[in-house]
């Protein structure tokens, strides 16, 4: 499942792209597809767009909290990192 380096990968990738594009939102292909399993279902992610306009097939990342999302039973919930285990929780 999502791990820790995962995901400060793909938060490091959205800081990057934003600096680059110097936008306020944007929406990028999602190049991790291929490279992190729990990414392939997620063709684009959205960076800094309202909740309300963006795709649920899509990751968010919301640059002021500093946090990715994935909408799931009709809301945003955080990506955090999940144990390798089910019986560490």
Same mark, same amino acid.
């Given at each position: 499942?999502? #791990?820790?380096? %995962? &995901?400060?990968? !793909? &938060? *490091?990738?959205?800081? *990057?792209? #934003?600096?680059?594009?110097?936008? !306020?939102?944007? !929406?990028?292909?999602?190049? /991790?597809?291929?490279? +992190?399993?729990?990414? /392939?279902?997620?063709?684009? &992610?959205? &960076? %800094?767009?309202?909740?309300?306009?963006?795709?649920?097939? /899509?990751?968010?990342?919301?640059?002021?909290? #500093?946090?990715?999302?994935?909408?799931? %039973?009709?809301?945003? !919930?955080? +990506?955090?990192?999940?144990?390798?285990?089910?019986? %560490?929780?």
């Amino acid at each position: 499942m999502a #791990k820790k380096e %995962d &995901i400060e990968r !793909i &938060i *490091q990738y959205c800081e *990057q792209k #934003k600096k680059e594009t110097k936008r !306020i939102a944007l !929406i990028v292909e999602n190049p /991790f597809r291929e490279e +992190i399993p729990w990414t /392939f279902n997620y063709p684009y &992610i959205a &960076i %800094d767009l309202p909740e309300e306009n963006v795709n649920p097939s /899509f990751l968010l990342y919301n640059s002021v909290d #500093k946090m990715l999302y994935r909408y799931y %039973d009709g809301e945003w !919930i955080p +990506i955090t990192e999940e144990p390798e285990d089910v019986w %560490d929780l």
